[in-house]
C-alpha cells in the first residue's frame, strides 16, 4: 500500500499542527511537505514515519523502491 503524507497522518488522526510541532518544524513548513513530500530530509521522513506508526516505505517509496518524486493526489 502507497501512502501520502496526509493520508499517513490523517490514519493517525493527528492535525497538521500536532506533526508540526512532533517534527520541531513550523506548521507551514509541514503544510509545504505534504505538497512535495520530496523536499523532506530522510532523517525527518524516518521520524514522521515513526510519528505516525508507519513504515517509511509505505510513505516515501514505490514498488521499485524508489523516491516517489511526484505529487500523488488524495
Known sequence: MQLTLK???????LTQKEVAEM???????????????E???IGTAKQFAKIVNRGI??????NESNLIRYNRTN
Do not use: C
Not at 7 to 13: G, I, T, Y
Not at 57 to 62: L, N, P, T
Open 7 to 13: 493520508q499517513a497522518r490523517l490514519l493517525s488522526d
Open 23 to 37: 517534527l520541531g518544524v513550523h506548521v507551514h513548513t509541514y503544510m509545504k511537505w505534504e505538497r512535495n513530500p
Open 57 to 62: 516505505e509505505e510513505i516515501f517509496f514505490d
Open 39 to 41: 523536499e523532506m530530509s
